[in-house]
């Protein structure tokens, strides 16, 4: 810094103090009661100065708790949105393991495209378990139109209510029904 500028600085620094003397000048000959009353007003400007400053600290301090509780909720939102997503994908791949059951049971195929299909449809079904897919069992199970979607009555040995015989598989999401079992009950 130049001389200049110091110059400067320090007049500056004189200025400020000359003032904050002016707003607190005990004078040496004053009376008592003078100095009391700039005691106290001092005393009164202390006290309002801790006053704004505990507002301020409290203002802060739910301003910080608001933008936690803002950053949880978005994080909490993200991974709902990421649920959905999954799971849409997810059912968009139902029809796949669908027709791949379908073929993997067709007479007319020869044993290595039969051991193909299989192959895939396992390789399909290890990633979907990986992501919380479960099958619904059906077959034998007491109907419960939670899980399953009676398309026929059946006359059949079974007791009343049971379910059997699987149209089409149902599949639980982390634990949530993402479609139903289609399904014949006994009468």
Known sequence: MSDEQQDEQQIVYENESEETDKDFDLEEGGDSGQIRDKIK???ERLI???EDKQEYLAGWQRAQADFINYRKRQEEQMKEWLKMAEAGLIGDL????D???AVKNNPFLTSDIQGGVNSIRKQLTDILDGHGLEEIK???EKFNPEFHEAVERVESGEEEGVVTEEIQNGYLLNGKVIRTS???VSK
């Open 41 to 43: 007003k001092i005393k």
């Open 48 to 50: 309002k100065c801790n």
């Open 94 to 97: 139902l029809p796949v393991l």
């Open 99 to 101: 027709a791949l059951d």
């Open 138 to 140: 059906a077959v034998g």
């Open 182 to 184: 289609k399904v014949k």
